[in-house]
């Protein structure tokens, strides 16, 4: 936890006077801060005898190798493909070396710190200790302030920049308190991340028969089964393979379960079939009342999958969940799944930022009292999620560390499986600049996840006809519109991987719309970025499908539909490969699937809506609004099963 200032020390501190000390030729300045908030106001010089906790990130090892390293594991042409890393492995190669902790230590010693002063945490990731404001001062010859946020009386420590000796520069990510002020809250909770799905319209006909002929005016799990050419499950499941789904502030109905699964009699899947508990910091599972999030997730996987099991890391206890007590999102799960995220640092962040859940959890009677949970559970070989956020609804430092993690996992051999988001080209959030930029959304945007748009079958289409991008307008049939999320990321750059398909996009099918491609966002009256990172990189159905939810036969949508569906097709394939006698994981799958655009059904009508523009158009090949297309199950497996 980064709650490292001891404010009360410092409050009614009158400055005392002390000039800046110049930067001798051994130094630098590490960091440099830019314009900040006019929120942030009182500024007032840190008392000399001050408690200051400080923290020193020390920097990941090879951090910068990660991107090629998980991408020399998931080219299909590579001796290292699939040549997976153990969490021990992951966690050697980018911890900070002892070269680092000992080069640091002794300039902290030769500043005075002595050891005996200093902790260092469990995974080296950085060391800590108490100095006084002057002390401080010294070590980093620059002079701090107390700043304090007139919108919510928050107070925070900053200097203007700082200093270190140029040698230990490289083994230094960054100091704490540093330049950097907290990233501001608003009053209201806007910035909260939110769930795609809901359920928005009743259906006006009355529970049909599970079968293909109105898959047009709903989606059933046959319907499903038939687009995608899924047949059904005839190997045995393996014990190793449960299919990961995250939830969080949203929880499934076991009665809803049971009344879909009565429904669809010739799946077979019995009456209180339930996920596996994977549990995190004082997370519950199921609720009485559902869950339109979970029970859409469950209802789509569990037909395709079963009698696979599905694993349910279901997040933080109801203070946090709920969503007004924190604005962050994912971390609390990453740690849960790697221990080492609980502390690594990374731009300013070491463990969870101020934005994530503090546990154990004081504020609420309720709450969860145990220890932040730090690599409990193992991850599976896929896992789907079917939560985004907008790009600038967090820092960037917040989402750069968050995607490096998914780098990660990747290198561990972890699929995972992200919605693209249900609001086109804007978010849930608006639009950028005056309402008009358009808008990506995270972490549907970081490189090393596999995005899933959504598509639809329109009205009069039977399963053998090509689906459109889903494209709803507000009203029909959901109260608010919905279209696939894409578009281009403005925090990371076009991977390779990608960079003929965007290329073939732009060159072809070039969008009517100006565009940025430097720092300047909007620049030249843009509307995109042109050198981001594009997304979704696949997509499936996500429109008119049926559900129960809280005892209701109704219907849903939205990308969070289409990432189960194809986290399941690729859950269902890892089976099929175990059962061959191969290894199961797969890893990033993104290298090899742009590779394979044969395997699946390209959608070439339809846009996706948003910013008062029709967003980008769907074109053969890959495109910003369904990405490669739909999957074909019996193409896909010959492509992932003969590797
Ligand atoms: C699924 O979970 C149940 C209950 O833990 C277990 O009995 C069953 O063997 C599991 N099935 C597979 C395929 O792992
Ligand atoms: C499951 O994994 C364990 C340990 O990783 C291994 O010993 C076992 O053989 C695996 N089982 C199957 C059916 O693959
Ligand atoms: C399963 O549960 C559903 C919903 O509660 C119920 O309608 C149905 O009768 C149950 N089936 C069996 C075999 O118990
Ligand atoms: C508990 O609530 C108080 C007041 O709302 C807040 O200042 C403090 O940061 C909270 N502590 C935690 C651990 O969330
Ligand atoms: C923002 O849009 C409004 C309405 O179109 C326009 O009047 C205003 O000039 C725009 N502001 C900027 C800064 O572009
Ligand atoms: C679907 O078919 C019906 C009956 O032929 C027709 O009335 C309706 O206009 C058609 N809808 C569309 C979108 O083509
Ligand atoms: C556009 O994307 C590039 C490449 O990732 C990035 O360097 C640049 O900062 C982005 N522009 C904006 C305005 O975000
Ligand atoms: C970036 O934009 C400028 C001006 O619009 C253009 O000249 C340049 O070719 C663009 N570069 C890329 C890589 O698109």
């Known amino acids: 936890m980064t709650r490292i200032i001891s404010l009360t020390a410092l409050v009614a501190a009158l400055a005392t006077f002390s000039a800046a000390r110049p930067s001798s030729h051994t130094h630098a300045v590490h960091e440099k801060r830019g314009a900040i908030s006019a929120r942030w106001s009182n500024a007032m010089r840190v008392r000399s005898d001050a408690?200051?906790?400080?923290?020193?990130?020390?920097?990941?090892?090879?951090?910068?190798?990660?991107?090629?390293?998980?991408?020399?594991?998931?080219?299909?042409?590579?001796?290292?493909?699939?040549?997976?890393?153990?969490?021990?492995?992951?966690?050697?190669?980018?911890?900070?070396?002892?070269?680092?902790?000992?080069?640091?230590?002794?300039?902290?010693?030769?500043?005075?710190?002595?050891d005996i002063r200093i902790t260092h945490s469990d995974n080296k990731g950085w060391l800590a200790f108490i100095a006084s404001g002057d002390e401080l001062e010294n070590l980093l010859h620059t002079d701090f302030y107390e700043y304090i946020d007139s919108e919510t009386g928050d107070k925070a420590i900053a200097a203007e920049q700082y200093h270190v000796p140029k040698h230990i520069q490289g083994h230094i990510d960054y100091i704490t308190p540093g330049i950097r002020l907290p990233y501001l809250r608003k009053r209201s909770n806007v910035n909260k991340i939110y769930k795609p799905a809901q359920t928005r319209h009743v259906p006006k006909f009355a529970p049909m028969s599970a079968n293909t002929i109105a898959c047009d005016k709903l989606i059933t799990p046959d319907c499903v089964a038939a687009l995608y050419n899924i047949p059904k499950a005839t190997v045995t499941p393996s014990p190793n393979n449960s299919l990961g789904i995250f939830e969080e502030n949203d929880y499934y109905t076991q009665s809803d379960l049971d009344s879909f699964f009565t429904h669809f009699p010739s799946y077979k899947i019995p009456n209180g079939t339930a996920p596996t508990p994977a549990f995190i910091d004082g997370a519950k599972a199921p609720e009485h009342f559902g869950g339109s999030e979970s029970n859409l997730d469950f209802m789509l996987a569990y037909p395709i999958i079963y009698p696979?099991?599905?694993?349910?890391?279901?997040?933080?206890?109801?203070?946090?969940?709920?969503?007004?007590?924190s604005q962050g999102y994912f971390n609390t799960f990453l740690d849960a799944i790697d221990g080492s995220y609980c502390t690594s640092c990374y731009a300013g962040e070491c463990g969870n930022d101020p934005l994530d859940p503090i546990y154990p959890d004081v504020n609420s009677t309720s709450g969860y009292k145990g220890k932040l949970m730090c690599g409990v559970y193992k991850p599976t070989n896929v896992i789907s999620i079917s939560y985004v956020g907008s790009e600038d609804s967090i820092p960037r430092y917040y989402y750069e560390r968050q995607c490096n993690e998914f780098m990660k996992l990747g290198l561990r051999g972890v699929s995972v499986f992200f919605a693209s988001g249900d609001s086109g080209v804007a978010s849930r959030n608006g639009c950028l600049g005056n309402n008009t930029i358009f808008n990506p959304e995270r972490p549907a945007s970081c490189p090393y996840i596999t995005s899933v748009g959504a598509t639809k079958l329109p009205e009069n289409r039977t399963v053998n006809d090509p689906e459109v991008a889903a494209n709803d307008p507000a009203g029909h049939p959901y109260i608010s519109a919905f279209a696939s999320g894409g578009g281009f990321s403005n925090v990371f750059s076009i991977p390779n991987y990608q960079a003929d398909a965007v290329a073939n996009y732009f060159e072809k099918h070039n969008p009517p719309y100006p565009?940025?491609?430097?720092?300047?966002?909007?620049?030249?009256?843009?509307?995109?970025?042109?050198?981001?990172?594009?997304?979704?990189?696949v997509s499936a159905n996500g429109d008119n499908i049926a559900v129960y939810n809280n005892g209701k036969y109704t219907i849903n949508g939205g990308t969070s539909a289409s990432a189960p569906i194809f986290a399941s097709i690729v859950n269902r394939i890892i089976d099929e490969r175990i059962a061959a006698g191969k290894s199961g994981p797969l890893g990033f799958l993104n290298p090899i699937l742009y590779k394979n655009a044969d395997a699946f059904n390209d959608i070439t009508e339809g846009t996706n809506s948003g910013c008062g523009t029709d967003g980008f158009s769907t074109a053969p090949g890959w495109d910003p609004v369904t990405g490669l297309g739909t999957p074909n199950y019996p193409k896909l497996k010959e492509v992932l099963l003969n590797i």
Request: aromatic letters at 12%.
């Open 515 to 537: 565009y940025y491609n430097g720092s300047i966002l909007g620049e030249n009256g843009g509307l995109y970025n042109r050198s981001g990172r594009g997304y979704p990189d």
């Open 308 to 325: 696979q099991n599905i694993t349910l890391y279901q997040t933080d206890d109801p203070y946090y969940a709920t969503g007004s007590h």
């Open 51 to 114: 408690d200051m906790h400080v923290k020193i990130g020390l920097r990941q090892s090879n951090l910068h190798h990660g991107h090629d390293i998980l991408m020399d594991v998931s080219n299909p042409s590579s001796k290292n493909y699939r040549k997976f890393w153990t969490e021990e492995d992951v966690h050697n190669m980018f911890a900070p070396s002892d070269e680092s902790v000992s080069a640091v230590k002794h300039w902290l010693a030769d500043s005075g710190i002595h």
